[in-house]
């Protein structure tokens, strides 16, 4: 079944958990009347203010940090600082455990925190911070590609951290080699060889939630809340990290106001532990839009492509070379260079591919995960390359990709999973709909650009469905719900499987005391992974359901079938509950099914794994330019993604248009702008720009390509991301299209197209 | 943020000897430039006033001799809307339309604006175009600042710091008048500008442009000549005139906005559009 | 040196002793217990903080709490009436305009306030209305399609229902899309 997610409220008010549907939120009801709690919103009658202690250098050698005259400010009760802190001092992180607790000796990016304050109230906090005194000196620091890859650039990791590493005399952290095939065969083949070398800026998650956490002694453990995307992965690093027992480290993970990568991994909640076991005291910090901005971000990146085709337009060869500017502390950076190179050659067939990443650190803020995760970068040159090449070779620009791409089964990156799905009708469905062949209004230019990102590679997910007696259900999942929906849908599979109206199924979510395992929430994986658990959980609970029937009827088990909430007996069939009531007899009691979700890792894989499912999307639109000024106004958009099947459409409309004014962000305004020590200028809402409502395509529509062919449940794969990737190459070639301007560096700024169009016309007239 | 004390002064003899009393003392009328201001740190005050309850002072727009008079604690929503200012003082409706989003409008008042005397303020060039005079009062007493003598630079103005705004006043426009404000922002959505334009096409075929953004203060200029208003000048003729009405743009090089060289090209992009329109309104205007 | 702010929220008079350079927004989370409405960006530029003030949307962090003695406010929490939610926030769950949902209750008052000025607003209408408030998550277009719908309702409550979103069917998915989408 395709489907355009409905506009029109439902006759049904939610009740209906019908798969594809758009019941309402689960959780929605918390989100409109302000009931909801955030992080911040939590209330904790005792909790300790906090404040970190900061000083005003990209990077800086750290001496005495005086207390006494924080500590005489009435209010305060502690100062942290290393010296309160183990020695050596504690580090963690995903890839390396390079990031310390607290900045000890050097601080290696402006917003590293040196000292923490807490304190009765957040004005106390306040004035604590200010009155902590730290020795303090610039140091050399390198915060652009150029400055960091410079012979005898100053070194942002200790070298002593990957002793065996050759190139841990330098700032590139990793270098990543992927393709397969013979460049300098195919490269005889040619007819036409296009290069360019693309830049894609510093950009910021910004969820409109800034970071939060609070930490508090628990019994003899630790309780923290921080509206992390990996309850259970913060759980490992704090019970490591302060030599607990699992069991004895309670995360709890409220849904997090917007993420987007950001929230993945651990930031601020080591030291908060710390401070909250010191203080014997909850302990809250709650960060600023400014210290958000300086807490997480996307990598920026270099992107050198060089495509050879043949004189039908097919590829014969892609090279691609990327470094990719990470900050001072590796986080999960470089795993986004490695995924985001490792398919950026594209959805295409092309027999010879080599790509060469790096991931270049940096005394910059720590990039992290972010939507599209190391792929957007990529896709702007890569996509951007196959435009160029339309026009080289004379073939329009659908006509290119429809002839490249990978068929659904054919294999397009050796050793992988195969292309997954007919991304050709999501290119023909998006080109139609923009009205691709018939000729644009004077002035208008059209741009079509596509996106792929392979969804996880490894994974694990446990759920458990709880049937209770009158056939309501609770639902135990792991993953945090940060916008996407996923509580929604693992309610409508539960209702769907067991028969319950939506509003009896209550999904537990966000507490690693009480939720059993969840790997991550990240890779779109939630729908298939948790989805999948759920699902098994759910026919854990009919087989059950099963027995209980046989039992009763006295059939042989074999002869009943349990499916969507009915069992079926040989010559009639009952809903679930009835036999419940009946089943669980005078003790009562309920019915409880576990479910995994598990794609197991190779580790003879480059990644580790390989993909569970591709996220595919073709984004085309439409715009016209304002010659005078270099403004570009976006007509039409058109996002078609390949979900195998939408859960809720609504939910997935929301996630792609979403994603799409994301894309626009980053495409038309945004960019972290640094001066020339290396410090953020521009921080904060007033400098650092996103889409606001005026800021909107005069039509924005999107469509699904359902085939039911993911691994998820009832045929999904997972979405939310594939619409953010292809976003900046289409508006691209539409201001190509439109004006005759090739430009490759982000954002397409009035100012930026201004002076492309100055340069356009100068080259004319020589 | 640090902490302060407020006062919030019943009338206006009070309100002057607060702050006579208390140098450091800022005025709050909208809030929407200083609480930003006191909370990053750019702004220390021990005292703040609060303006609103003032007697003397209000929020209306009245009818004076032909022209309107603002009360000080007038916020944008109001301005934008009133059909008088958008019939005859277009360009002052178009610009207060602007500033910022519907709640920053709902607060931010007119005497703010020009009080806090960024260059980049939506309103100053409109006002700056209808020769607009500013009514202080201090303890010497009332005076009435023309309002080309009122920007000094970035938050400075020539209004003494024991002085408050009590109204602002627009002088009557004789016979038909068309003006328009335009601006150059990152984004539609609600942005400091980089370029502003306030444009008034007179009776007399007298333009009048004032530009802001582009140097520490708006600057206002005249051309007496009507060849601006002429419908039969050429573009570049009439960029030859505008080009002279903007030698003294002066845009910083350090701005994160927008660079110089774009600003002074869009001066030029938008004087010409700003006088078109402000010239086709006038055509559609009454006297 | 604090002070004590009297004030009507959401139709109830309270009474708090606050510090006077303690903002609005300040005061209803933290002394108020009203968490509802959000701290984003603190320079009135998100919305996130958004409330009514004598009946006009403000940005509550650029208000100091004093200025709101003897004002009316009303925040998110006081939309709802008897536990009921009311028109906006209803159509907002029908139309899914809530994701993550932290710029949810910003959206609503200033969406209350639009439909309070205008009552039959027209779209550009409210993309100006909304355009103080700040969305990552949506394209902002459910958000629109709610506060539309919204104001539709209030206009006629006894309007039939729309047909069951659901049912809508499309086109044969078999069917082989156009291949001609060679251009002219």
């Not at chain 1, 404040?51 to 005086?66: H, N």
Request: aromatic residues 4%; glycine residues 10%; hydrophobic residues 40%.
């Amino acid at each position: 079944m395709t489907g355009r997610a409905g506009a029109d409220p439902s006759g049904g008010r939610g009740h209906e958990p019908d798969i594809g549907g758009s019941p309402n939120r689960v959780g929605g009801i918390g989100r409109v009347t302000g009931r909801q709690q955030y992080v911040a919103d939590i209330p904790l009658d005792d909790a300790l203010h906090v404040k970190l202690v900061t000083v005003d250098a990209p990077r800086a050698r750290i001496g005495f940090i005086d207390k006494a005259a924080a500590l005489r400010v009435p209010g305060v009760h502690l100062v942290m600082t290393p010296d309160d802190l183990p020695r050596p001092m504690p580090r963690f992180g995903p890839q390396f455990r390079d990031r310390p607790v607290l900045a000890v000796g050097e601080t290696k990016f402006h917003g590293d925190p040196v000292a923490a304050v807490a304190a009765e109230t957040l004005d106390a906090a306040e004035e604590g911070a200010r009155q902590v005194h730290v020795a303090w000196e610039p140091l050399p620091a390198v915060t652009t590609l150029d400055g960091s890859l410079a012979a005898g650039a100053p070194l942002v990791q200790d070298p002593e951290l990957r002793p065996d590493d050759p190139f841990a005399g330098t700032n590139v952290l990793r270098e990543h080699r992927y393709g397969w095939g013979d460049i300098e065969a195919a490269a005889a083949d040619v007819h036409v060889v296009v290069e360019g070398t693309y830049e894609f800026p510093m950009v910021t998650q910004f969820a409109i939630e800034p970071h939060a956490y609070v930490a508090a002694p628990d019994g003899g453990g630790i309780a923290v809340w921080s509206a992390t995307q990996h309850p259970n992965w913060l759980q490992r690093v704090l019970a490591t990290i302060l030599g607990l027992p699992l069991a004895r480290v309670r995360v709890l993970s409220p849904d997090p106001g917007g993420a987007f990568g950001g929230k993945q991994h651990a930031k601020y909640e080591p030291l908060l532990a710390f401070m909250a076991l010191r203080a014997g005291r909850p302990v809250r910090l709650v960060l600023t839009l400014e210290e958000t901005f300086q807490a997480v971000r996307r990598g920026a990146a270099r992107v050198h492509v060089r495509s050879g085709f043949r004189d039908d337009g097919r590829l014969a060869f892609r090279e691609i070379d990327a470094d990719y500017l990470i900050g001072a502390y590796a986080d999960i950076a470089d795993r986004t260079v490695a995924k985001g190179s490792y398919t950026s050659a594209g959805p295409y067939a092309i027999p010879a591919v080599r790509i060469r990443a790096r991931s270049v650190l940096s005394h910059t803020v720590p990039s992290t995960a972010f939507r599209g995760f190391g792929n957007p970068q990529q896709i702007w040159a890569v996509e951007s390359n196959m435009d160029e090449a339309s026009r080289v070779l004379g073939i329009y620009p659908v006509e290119l990709r429809l002839r490249n791409l990978a068929n659904r089964g054919e294999t397009f990156i050796p050793g992988d999973t195969p292309a997954d799905g007919i991304w050709t009708e999501a290119v023909e469905r998006a080109a139609r709909r923009i009205g691709w062949g018939s000729p644009a209004p004077a002035g208008h230019g059209r741009g079509i650009a596509v996106g792929l990102k392979s969804g996880p590679t490894t994974g694990l997910s446990h759920a458990t469905v709880r049937l209770l007696a009158d056939g309501s259900v609770v639902v135990y999942s792991g993953t945090s719900d940060m916008g996407q929906g996923a509580r929604t849908i693992f309610a409508q599979i539960a209702a769907h499987e067991l028969g319950a109206p939506l509003d009896w199924v209550t999904v537990v979510m966000g507490d690693t005391a009480v939720v059993p395992y969840d790997q991550q929430t990240s890779a779109s994986r939630s729908s298939v992974i948790m989805g999948n658990a759920v699902l098994a959980a759910c026919r854990d609970v009919q087989a059950k359901v099963r027995a209980m029937a046989a039992s009763l009827e006295d059939v042989p088990a074999e002869a009943i079938v349990v499916e969507a909430g009915r069992v079926r007996l040989p010559g009639r069939e009952l809903p679930i509950r009835d036999v419940l009531a009946r089943g669980l007899g005078r003790l009562g009691g309920e019915v409880t099914g576990l479910g995994e979700g598990r794609k197991e890792a190779d580790p003879e894989h480059p990644l580790g794994g390989t993909a569970a499912f591709y996220e595919f999307n073709c984004t085309a639109v439409e715009v016209s330019v304002d010659e005078a000024t270099g403004d570009i106004t976006v007509h039409r958009y058109v996002t078609v993604s390949d979900v195998g099947r939408a859960l809720n459409a609504a939910q997935v409309r929301g996630q792609d248009e979403g994603a799409a004014i994301m894309g626009l962000g980053h495409t038309l305004m945004e960019r972290l702008l640094l001066d020339a020590d290396g410090r953020i200028r521009n921080l904060g809402a007033i400098d650092y720009k996103i889409p606001t409502t005026l800021d909107l395509p005069a039509s924005i529509e999107s469509e699904v390509v359902e085939n039911g062919d993911g691994p998820g449940p009832y045929g999904a794969k997972g979405m939310s991301e594939g619409a953010l990737l292809p976003v900046a190459p289409a508006i691209a070639a539409a201001v190509r299209d439109a004006t005759g301007v090739v430009i490759r560096d982000l954002p397409l700024s009035p100012e930026r197209v201004w002076r492309a169009l100055r340069e356009r016309d100068a080259e004319a007239v020589r | 943020m640090r902490a302060f004390a407020v006062a919030q002064p019943e009338d206006l003899s009070e309100a002057i000897g607060l702050l006579a009393g208390e140098p450091a003392a800022r005025l709050l009328a909208g809030g929407t430039d200083l609480i930003i201001g006191l909370r990053d740190g750019s702004i220390e005050a021990p005292l703040v006033i609060d303006v609103k309850r003032i007697r003397e002072l209000d929020a209306s727009i009245a009818n004076a001799g032909g022209g309107l008079v603002i009360g000080a604690r007038t916020a944008m929503t109001e301005i934008a809307a009133d059909p008088r200012i958008r019939a005859r003082y277009t360009a002052l409706a178009e610009g207060a339309a602007v500033v910022g989003s519907v709640q920053i409008r709902n607060r931010a008042t007119l005497a703010g604006n020009v009080c806090n005397a960024s260059p980049a303020a939506d309103t100053t060039p409109a006002l700056l175009v209808f020769g607009a005079t500013v009514a202080v009062r201090g303890p010497a007493g009332e005076r009435s600042l023309p309002i080309d003598e009122v920007f000094v630079r970035s938050g400075v103005t020539t209004i003494r710091p024991d002085e408050i705004v009590t109204r602002i006043e627009l002088p009557p426009i004789a016979g038909r008048v068309g003006s328009t404000h335009v601006r150059r922002t990152r984004r539609r959505g609600h942005d400091l500008a980089s370029v502003t334009i306030a444009a008034a096409v007179l009776e007399s075929g007298e333009t009048r442009i004032a530009y802001g953004s582009v140097g520490p203060r708006p600057l206002l200029r005249v051309d007496s000549t009507g060849a601006l208003a002429d419908p039969g000048a050429s573009d570049a003729a009439r960029l030859r005139v505008l080009d002279d009405m903007f030698a003294d743009a002066a845009p910083s090089a350090g701005s994160m906005r927008a660079s110089p060289e774009y600003r002074l090209a869009m001066l030029r992009v938008l004087g010409l559009r700003a006088v078109d329109a402000a010239r086709g309104r006038r055509e559609g205007s009454k006297a | 040196m604090t002070s004590s702010l009297s004030l009507t929220v959401n139709d109830r008079p309270r009474t708090v002793s606050i510090e006077p350079h303690h903002t609005l927004l300040e005061v209803l989370r933290a002394d108020l217990g009203l968490t509802g409405t959000k701290e984003c960006c603190l320079v009135g530029e998100c919305g996130a903080c958004t409330v009514l003030v004598d009946g006009r949307s403000v940005d509550s962090c650029l208000v100091l709490a004093v200025e709101a003695n003897g004002s009316e406010v009303v925040t998110v929490e006081g939309l709802a009436l008897a536990g009921a939610l009311n028109s906006l926030q209803q159509a907002f769950l029908d139309h899914g305009a809530a994701q993550c949902g932290f710029c949810i209750p910003g959206q609503l008052m200033a969406a209350r306030a639009l439909l309070e000025t205008s009552p039959r607003p027209s779209r550009a209408e409210v993309e100006d209305g909304l355009a103080g408030n700040l969305c990552r998550c949506a394209g902002y277009e459910q958000i629109i399609e709610a506060v539309l719908d919204a104001a539709e309702r209030d206009a006629a409550p006894t309007a039939a229902r729309s047909p069951d979103r659901g049912a809508a069917a499309e086109a044969d998915p078999a069917a082989t899309p156009d291949a001609n989408l060679a251009p002219q």
